[in-house]
């Protein structure tokens, strides 16, 4: 009897002493199914949070904003060398950086080389290509490869951030004879959409094995990978575009985490903590994610900027994140956040004043109201259609406020809601009607050119290049935002970013809305997950995740 009984006893204290049991799968979910799996096609964050598994960029912000290599072994700067400053043969000033990639193989086992250094320049410059940004590929003026993992590039002008490089590189022995064949059809028979799974478009910790479109995505651990080993075998994102289904699928164990960078509204997420913050980590992320509208510029209703003026005016954005969001979020006044190194507080803010934006309505032209709708003198009504995603509860809610809000000042809004892919599709060719509401993320002290300078507007005629939807061209913001790229002295710099935020304020292509907090509501036993608040985010340290409990 005492025998059994010190036997059970041995029994429960090993058991006791054992290690947790390790998980194999982690179930992640998030609202929206990337539109193309290309990485140089098109900008999406959906899309992102999942490629930064698979593979990674050279260069990446860390959750302490400071830039940090990737896939290159030392970050070049002109302190250690690898970087400089040098004459170029049109007279003008240029750079030369050194870079050595790491050790890194495609999940086929190639290895990853300059040769797909050379491709992904080769593709980012042609002017069919469907490139989300053209612009960064076009500034480098010459390519000197050294061997296999070292190269020398040339690029066309002294910039402050010439050593934070988001160069996503494709592999060429897969993706070249595709973009060959025919560089226009590029973008629609990418081996990234026709043959999603094949290993060899990964070199990073996982690797796509499946992708059930508007379901799910998987990933495995990539044998080829030669960094620190993945904790998950296996990791299935489940793609739930209702951010209500969401918070269930959390509770009813569906999936283990939402990712914070595009899961759980802010208002779901302090509504969950109140009740079951005991089994949760719950961290409010500050981030670099401008809630915004772009005004289509083009729709000659809104072309006058005392309408847009008005808008904003009209909008009452404090009352919104206090009763929406517990006044966590805050309201944006720009394209830049107060907690960027680059924000300047001279620019115009709009703070809610209906009886101004009435003013302003009149003056431009609006002073007719007719059923409680503004129209000018030819009879034109400013009845307007606002853009968004479906599904994202909370943003669908913002939108009904606004259109209640702006009703009072006498201009009609109608909502339309779709699904990601078909909204950021439609913005990018900009083919919406009037106004689209999403988002945009920052990095820290990073030039916003992609979104206001005209040379980033998309085209039929640059492949959709770009990310300037509103069609917004003003040569003043031309000269600032290239100004300020240039410019090493970060006092001088700041002089520059300060005329960009001024004039985006007066102009406003895009009416702010607020900066993100991101809500990361982690389970506790969910370890390594480290918010960054940036364009890089947090699944591109995804090999440090790991599960500490039953």
Not at 103 to 119: I, N, Q, Y
Not at 124 to 153: C, I, N, Q, W
Not at 162 to 171: F, Q
Not at 477 to 494: G, I, Q
């Amino acid at each position: 009897m005492i025998r059994r009984f010190l036997a059970s006893l041995l029994a429960f204290a090993v058991l006791a002493a054992a290690p947790a049991h390790a998980k194999d799968e982690l179930v992640l979910a998030l609202t929206q199914m990337p539109g193309t799996w290309n990485p140089v096609i098109s900008s999406m964050l959906a899309k992102s949070l999942i490629a930064n598994m698979t593979a990674r960029p050279l260069t990446a912000f860390d959750a302490d904003w400071k830039l940090v290599c990737l896939a290159c072994t030392e970050l070049p700067t002109v302190e250690n060398g690898k970087a400089r400053v040098i004459d170029l043969p049109d007279g003008k000033k240029g750079m030369e950086i050194d870079i050595e990639l790491r050790d890194l193989r495609w999940g086929d086992g190639v290895p990853v080389t300059t040769k797909d250094v050379a491709f992904t320049l080769e593709v980012g410059k042609h002017p069919l290509s469907g490139v989300a940004s053209s612009e960064g590929y076009k500034r480098v003026l010459k390519l000197d490869v050294k061997d296999d993992r070292r190269f020398t590039m040339t690029i066309d002008r002294v910039t402050f951030d010439y050593n934070s490089s988001a160069l996503l590189l494709l592999p060429a022995h897969i993706e070249k004879p595709i973009f060959e064949a025919n560089p226009a059809e590029y973008r629609n028979k990418t081996a990234y959409d026709t043959q999603s799974t094949n290993p060899g478009l990964a070199f990073g910790p996982y690797r796509i094995v499946e992708i059930v479109p508007g379901s799910r995505v998987t990933l495995e651990q990539n044998p080829t990978w030669t960094g620190e080993k993945p904790h998950f075998k296996r990791i299935v994102v489940k793609i739930i575009e209702n951010t209500a289904a969401l918070e269930a699928n959390l509770l009813s164990g569906g999936v283990d985490y939402v990712l914070g960078e595009l899961g759980l509204s802010l208002d779901q997420a302090i509504a969950f903590e109140k009740r079951h913050g005991a089994k949760y980590n719950v961290i409010y992320k500050p981030a670099l994610i401008w809630e915004h509208i772009d005004v289509n510029l083009d729709n000659k209703l809104l072309a006058d900027k005392r309408v847009r003026q008005a808008m904003l005016l009209a909008i009452d954005r404090k009352a919104i994140s206090e009763k929406l969001f517990d006044g966590k979020q805050p309201i944006a006044h720009g394209g830049i956040s107060d907690l960027d190194p680059m924000f300047s507080p001279m620019a115009r803010q709009y703070n809610y004043d209906p009886a101004a934006a009435k003013k302003l309505l009149d003056e431009a032209g609006f002073s007719t109201i007719r059923n409680n709708v503004r129209q000018n003198a030819a009879g034109e009504r400013l009845s307007i259609e606002l853009g968004t995603t479906a599904g994202n509860r909370v943003r669908e809610l913002v939108a009904q406020v606004i259109q209640s809000q702006l009703r009072q000042v006498g201009i009609e809004v109608r909502i339309k809601a779709d699904p990601p892919r078909l909204f950021f599709e439609v913005m990018n060719r900009r083919n919406y009607n009037a106004l689209g509401m999403y988002a945009w993320v920052q990095r820290p002290g990073g030039v916003p050119r992609s979104t206001l300078h005209s040379k980033e507007i998309p085209t039929a005629e640059n492949g959709w290049s770009g990310q300037n939807y509103p069609g917004y061209a003003n040569p003043q913001m031309d000269k600032a935002l290239d100004d300020a790229e240039r410019e090493l002295d970060v006092d001088k710099r700041r002089a520059f970013f300060a005329e960009i935020q001024k004039l985006a304020a007066d102009d406003l292509p895009s009416l702010p809305l607020f900066f993100r907090v991101d809500p990361f509501v982690i389970p506790k036993a969910l370890k390594g997950v480290t918010p960054t608040g940036t364009l890089n985010s947090s699944t591109l340290w995804i090999e440090q995740w790991r599960w500490e409990g039953q």
